[in-house]
């Protein structure tokens, strides 16, 4: 396909798609001739993973470098990709596995992995969590490991359902995509959950108190 095919089928422009090529983040095409390169599917999966990263997690060149620089390494596996995904997506600071900070955190974490049998260890899930509770307690959050098996229990049905629904197969750049589409998704619904849940509970303590109207903020009645 030519680049304006390219640009096409990724919603990219072609301005932005030489920009990649120069930075060497999206691989260059193969020269027909003197002026005329052609590119492939791979150049499409590529190009809709970058616009990802930029445009959902704000991803700098040298961030959407390092995943796509793994992605290229010969004999990288599709764990070895969803491990680098959430990596990224979490955006867990580096030398947080031994941060010394951290320890307590790391050590709750590994509680909650051998209560529940959960392997992933090492790995990025398990230094992201250890690093959020650690941000949390900072906040007055501080969450111990009979709390975080209750959230567990609440997630860990979900857990299936969403692997199903991602499809890892395909090439890396497309499992990649979705992988980091599903953990943007997801944690906006959490996200949105758990605040509609501490409104509520406001909202309800109000009235309780008397100084808001008992009928305050009701849903709209169901459509029959």
């Given amino acids: 396909m030519k680049l304006s095919e ?7 422009s072609t301005t932005t798609l030489k920009h990649w090529m120069r930075v060497g983040i999206l691989p260059a095409g193969t020269l027909r001739n003197r002026t005329t390169a052609v ?3 791979s150049h499409v999966d590529r190009a809709l993973l970058i616009a990802v990263m930029r445009d959902s997690y704000g991803a700098s060149t040298a961030a959407i470098r390092a995943l796509t620089d793994l992605i290229d390494s010969d004999g990288v596996s599709t764990l070895e990709v969803m491990n680098a995904c959430q990596s990224f997506a979490l955006g867990t600071p580096r030398g947080s ?3 010394p900070g951290l320890a307590a955190y790391r050590e709750r974490t590994y509680e909650l992995m051998r209560r529940r049998d959960w392997r992933g260890y090492p790995g990025a899930a398990e230094q992201g969590l250890a690093h959020a509770l650690a941000q949390a307690a900072e906040v007055g959050l501080d969450y111990d490991v009979d709390e975080l098996m209750r959230y567990a229990d609440a997630l860990e049905p979900f857990a299936g359902r969403n692997i199903a629904a991602l ?8 499992v990649a995509r979705r992988m980091l589409l599903a953990i943007n ?4 619904q959490l996200v949105a959950v758990s605040s509609l849940a501490h409104a509520a509970m406001s909202i309800r303590t109000a009235i309780e108190r008397g100084v808001a109207p008992p009928d305050l903020a009701k849903p709209p009645a169901a459509e029959r």
């Fill in 6 to 12: 390219l640009s096409a089928q990724s919603g990219v």
């Fill in 39 to 41: 590119y492939e599917q």
């Fill in 97 to 99: 596995e031994t941060d």
């Fill in 167 to 174: 499809q890892p197969d395909g090439s890396p750049d497309v």
């Fill in 185 to 188: 998704a997801r944690a906006r």
